[in-house]
């Protein structure tokens, strides 16, 4: 009985021996084949990580559109006969850009036959974009006030509406049609110009 069991155990012993030479043997071919595999990974992932701080989006600036301008134009006046901005003469113009949807834009009429006029109008905007995400044109409308100093200094309520159309990192072109309410009398005007881009407080 103890011989068998003698028996028994080299042979579990043998067994075992073998066992452990051919694994240690598969592992290290599967740790020879594995190895390419964990360095290709490592680099794929060393790749993926810096991609994106390698690359820049062009259009990076445009996903937030938030322009500052100022700039001169022309007047043209379509109707009344009260305040400058019913005149066919020069102005003065601007764009106070808070964020991409609202800002405010002034404008001051001179050289005409009416006193000179500041039109001031806090607008809101939905900037249209392309396909590449470039702003295209920035249409607008909202009111304000007319500021107008005769005898006395006035105030008249104001509906500006028009579109700021970027034409160049530096330069933004304009076109807005301004109605104020006065007493009696409606007074229009339509105002063509173009702002130089700026960073301010509130420009980008």
Do not use: W
Not at 78 to 86: F, Q, R, V
Request: proline fraction near 3%; charge should be neutral.
């Amino acid at each position: 009985m103890k011989k068998i069991n003698y028996n028994l155990i080299q042979f579990i012993i043998l067994i075992f021996s073998a066992a452990a030479i051919i694994f240690e043997s598969d592992y290290k071919a599967l740790g020879e084949t594995l190895a390419p595999l964990n360095s290709k990974k490592c680099n794929l992932a060393q790749a993926i990580q810096i991609q994106p701080t390698s690359q820049t989006n062009p259009n990076e600036q445009d996903r937030h559109y938030q322009q500052s301008y100022i700039g001169v134009g022309g007047n043209l006046g379509i109707s009344g006969d009260a305040t400058g901005i019913k005149d066919n003469n020069f102005a003065i113009l601007g764009k106070t850009a808070f964020t991409e949807n609202f800002a405010l834009h002034d404008a001051t009429t001179i050289f005409g036959d009416s006193t000179a006029t500041s039109a001031l109008a806090l607008t809101g905007s939905i900037p249209i974009r392309n396909g590449a995400g470039q702003v295209i044109a920035s249409p607008f409308i909202g009111g304000g006030t007319l500021i107008r100093v005769t005898s006395k200094f006035k105030l008249d309520p104001l509906l500006s509406a028009g579109v700021d159309v970027p034409i160049s990192k530096e330069l933004t072109g304009t076109f807005r049609v301004n109605v104020g309410f006065l007493n009696n009398n409606t007074d229009a005007g339509l105002l063509i110009g173009i702002g130089y881009n700026y960073s301010g407080l509130f420009g980008k």
